[in-house]
């Protein structure tokens, strides 16, 4: 199977709040991904503090290695218009990467230089985007007698808007049985596979008249959808016929391949191998099932398997691994050992999660001091071999204030070396550290912070 998985980002409503400094007659928005823009500018509207766009902004991206979505950046400037004091307002920067891994909703502060200038508030959907391919086979039609010679099947998906895409027909010959049809093939997303039908037609081909037709539900596929992403089942369908003709009944198999599994992702982290520990936002996808993804995650798979909470029977599901831990094999011994990408230590035991909530009530400093993370390692040559790549992105706990509010909230469990990986839910780890430390001083109280201990084996 091809390692190259193509995503589908979606942007609406996008709306500028707080606006300061400046006049709201008329304001226009660009969104810039690399080489592709679009932009749309608001009508004339009274001055206010929230200013919103209806538009929906779309494109697509194609890669062989996940990590290579924070390279990819995605820009939203707001412009003023007109002949005098027109011109750039203010710009914001995201890479898809912070986009794919993080919450749904996103908030971010349009500065122009050091002054800010509004919040951009906006939604964002990135979906994994195949070519999904539907093939019958071994069809067996169970129709009445003095079945026409002049009737084919004709077949299609059928999408959200009711449109069929793609329809194929069998040939006219009377035939009732069917080894293999012909393939349709649809570039779809999970969401629209979600909202699409097999639109299935018994159709008399000497005048266009269709005798009896069947439905079947495609989101029935990522249920099934093994890790390759094909789905292979029997089927037994039953037609409508038109007027008198009664019902009739067909089995087959229905054979799909490049089913999406795939839909928005939430936390985890990356580094030069890939995505770890991540979860995705989406129903009926199976534990340990990537679809097309499998080839671009790294060991541990796109699903972080099942934690029992006050549970310690045996289940063969795999262990976990905790945040910034990865497992790695001994090329000389043939031993499974683990990394720690924030201590750059290894150990041999496997280590457990440790990760704990601190929630911040009263207004006022906190009393840490953050520092930025490295992470990412260029090379193992071993448990000894361990080499920092420079990736900057994330925090990691410099110092605590004693008897500070964050120490006092946390009874003193927040120490040196812990990693802040979230701020209300929000994953911090693809962050750097300005935009860290800005999240949490704009940041309403209560606010909570998620702290991950790298040192626990």
């Given at each position: 199977?091809?390692g190259?998985?193509?995503?589908?980002?979606?942007?609406?409503?996008?709306?500028?709040?707080?606006?300061?400094?400046?006049?709201?007659?008329?304001?226009?928005?660009?969104?810039?991904?690399?080489?592709?823009?679009?932009?749309?500018?608001?009508?004339?509207?009274?001055?206010?503090?929230?200013?919103?766009?209806?538009?929906?902004?779309?494109?697509?991206y194609?890669?062989?290695?996940?990590?290579?979505?924070?390279?990819?950046?995605l820009?939203?400037?707001?412009?003023?218009?007109g002949?005098?004091?027109?011109?750039?307002?203010?710009?914001?920067?995201?890479?898809?990467?912070?986009?794919?891994?993080?919450?749904?909703?996103?908030?971010?502060?349009?500065r122009?230089?050091?002054?800010?200038r509004?919040?951009?508030?906006?939604?964002?959907?990135?979906?994994?985007?195949?070519?999904?391919?539907?093939?019958?086979?071994?069809?067996e039609?169970?129709?009445?007698?003095?079945?026409?010679?002049?009737?084919?099947?004709?077949?299609?998906?059928?999408?959200?808007?009711?449109?069929?895409?793609?329809?194929?027909?069998?040939e006219?010959?009377?035939m009732?049985?069917?080894?293999?049809?012909?393939?349709?093939?649809?570039?779809?997303?999970?969401?629209?596979?979600?909202?699409?039908?097999?639109?299935?037609?018994?159709?008399?081909?000497?005048?266009?008249r269709?005798v009896?037709?069947?439905?079947?539900p495609?989101?029935?596929l990522?249920?099934?959808?093994?890790?390759?992403?094909?789905?292979?089942?029997?089927?037994?369908?039953?037609?409508?016929?038109?007027?008198?003709?009664?019902?009739?009944?067909?089995?087959?198999?229905?054979?799909?391949?490049?089913?999406?599994?795939?839909?928005?992702?939430?936390?985890?982290?990356?580094?030069?191998?890939?995505?770890?520990?991540?979860?995705?936002?989406s129903?009926?996808?199976?534990?340990?099932?990537?679809?097309?993804?499998?080839?671009?995650?790294?060991t541990?798979?796109?699903?972080?398997?099942?934690?029992?909470?006050?549970?310690?029977?045996?289940?063969?599901?795999?262990?976990a691994?905790?945040?910034?831990w990865?497992?790695?094999?001994?090329?000389?011994?043939?031993?499974?050992?683990?990394?720690?990408?924030?201590?750059?230590?290894?150990?041999?035991?496997?280590?457990?999660?440790d990760?704990?909530?601190?929630?911040?009530?009263?207004?006022?400093?906190?009393?840490?001091?953050?520092e930025?993370?490295?992470?990412?390692?260029?090379?193992?040559?071993?448990?000894?071999?361990?080499?920092?790549?420079?990736?900057?992105?994330?925090?990691v706990?410099?110092?605590?204030?004693?008897?500070?509010?964050?120490?006092?909230?946390s009874?003193?469990?927040?120490?040196?070396?812990?990693?802040?990986?979230?701020?209300n839910?929000a994953?911090?780890l693809?962050?750097?550290?300005?935009?860290?430390?800005?999240?949490?001083q704009?940041?309403?109280?209560?606010?909570?912070?998620?702290?991950?201990?790298?040192?626990?084996?």
């Amino acid at each position: 199977m091809s390692g190259r998985a193509r995503f589908q980002v979606c942007i609406s409503g996008i709306r500028a709040e707080r606006l300061t400094g400046v006049s709201r007659k008329k304001l226009f928005l660009k969104v810039d991904f690399d080489s592709y823009f679009n932009d749309t500018t608001t009508p004339t509207a009274p001055i206010s503090d929230t200013i919103g766009w209806p538009n929906e902004f779309s494109f697509g991206y194609e890669t062989e290695h996940v990590h290579a979505l924070s390279s990819k950046t995605l820009t939203l400037k707001l412009y003023k218009s007109g002949w005098m004091g027109g011109g750039l307002i203010g710009e914001c920067t995201v890479d898809l990467l912070t986009i794919a891994t993080g919450p749904v909703e996103h908030r971010l502060m349009a500065r122009d230089g050091s002054v800010m200038r509004c919040e951009l508030h906006f939604k964002v959907t990135m979906e994994q985007q195949s070519d999904l391919e539907l093939v019958l086979q071994e069809a067996e039609l169970s129709a009445p007698s003095g079945f026409s010679p002049s009737m084919a099947l004709s077949y299609a998906i059928v999408g959200a808007s009711g449109e069929p895409l793609g329809r194929k027909h069998t040939e006219a010959a009377g035939m009732r049985e069917w080894h293999m049809t012909q393939m349709l093939k649809h570039r779809v997303t999970r969401s629209a596979l979600m909202a699409s039908q097999l639109h299935l037609e018994i159709v008399d081909m000497s005048n266009g008249r269709t005798v009896a037709q069947s439905m079947f539900p495609l989101s029935g596929l990522p249920a099934a959808a093994v890790g390759n992403g094909t789905f292979l089942d029997t089927l037994s369908l039953r037609f409508r016929g038109a007027g008198s003709s009664g019902s009739w009944e067909m089995g087959c198999t229905l054979c799909a391949k490049n089913v999406p599994v795939w839909a928005q992702m939430i936390g985890g982290f990356h580094d030069m191998a890939g995505i770890h520990n991540a979860r995705f936002a989406s129903s009926g996808i199976p534990q340990g099932s990537a679809g097309a993804l499998a080839a671009l995650l790294p060991t541990g798979g796109a699903h972080a398997p099942a934690r029992s909470s006050g549970s310690s029977g045996a289940s063969s599901a795999p262990k976990a691994l905790p945040w910034f831990w990865d497992k790695k094999t001994d090329a000389s011994s043939g031993r499974t050992y683990y990394v720690n990408h924030i201590t750059h230590t290894t150990a041999w035991t496997l280590p457990t999660e440790d990760t704990y909530h601190v929630d911040i009530v009263a207004p006022g400093p906190l009393g840490v001091s953050l520092e930025r993370c490295y992470h990412g390692m260029t090379r193992f040559a071993g448990p000894s071999g361990r080499r920092n790549s420079g990736a900057d992105t994330g925090a990691v706990v410099k110092s605590v204030e004693p008897g500070s509010a964050i120490d006092r909230a946390s009874s003193g469990r927040v120490q040196m070396g812990h990693h802040l990986i979230a701020v209300n839910g929000a994953s911090t780890l693809t962050w750097d550290l300005s935009a860290t430390c800005s999240m949490i001083q704009r940041a309403s109280r209560p606010v909570r912070l998620t702290f991950q201990d790298p040192y626990a084996v």
